[in-house]
């Protein structure tokens, strides 16, 4: 990719930061869900957790609430608010993917870092400040007032940075969060980062790479 962008943005958790939401469910309900069918279990709870965010924004608290009830109701299950509390809690403890630091200091005292995420903004600082890396701006849902994959949110970055989407390098691990809607939104160059997170599409015009230490190469540093 011989492109140069103004911004390099980013997805945060999964992307850079290490997203264990699943396991967490693996411990918090293993007393409830056999092993056999944990994974299933798993996948519905991602499901949920996406579908809370499609509508009107609410705090990320009661989208991860939201999303256990339900997920409990399917399943049949007792919800209790202690484990979907646990998830909340736990966020902002997480830390960056072992190629997360080396990767962007390589580039971040060249191109300007950026971060859109659907996090809280008490939950975000927390991470960031453990990727290794100064970022010009970070971006939350609760700021923007919507959650991605709605077009509200990148519309909010783009004019928060005051420039186009061409202008822009969007990196993300997710096709149904970021990369879709960053294509629809008009953002030409994109970064698929293949963490095994869902599968990728190529129709939707990325350059994909395997962990944050490809990225420089992308923008030829």
Sequence with gaps: MAFRPKYITFD????????????????IFADRIPADRMEQFIADFTSYRFDEVLGDWKPY????KNAVRRLCK??????????AQQYYDAVPTWGPHEDVAAGLSKI???????????????QIQKNVAMLGAPFHRVYTAEQAQAYKPRLRAFEFMLDS?????????????????????????????KVFVNRGHGPGNPAYGYTEIQDIGGLPGVVGL
């Design 108 to 122: 971040a005292h060249e191109i300007p870092l950026v971060i859109i995420s659907n996090a809280a903004d008490a």
């Design 61 to 64: 608290e009661t989208v991860l």
């Design 161 to 189: 940075l005051g420039c186009n989407p061409e202008d822009v390098l969007h990196v993300s691990s997710s096709l149904r969060y970021d990369l879709m809607s960053a294509a629809d939104i008009g953002i030409v160059n």
């Design 12 to 27: 945060c958790y999964g992307t850079l930061t290490r997203f264990r939401m699943a396991e967490m469910s693996r411990v």
């Design 74 to 83: 399917v399943w049949k299950i007792q919800y209790l608010d202690s484990d």
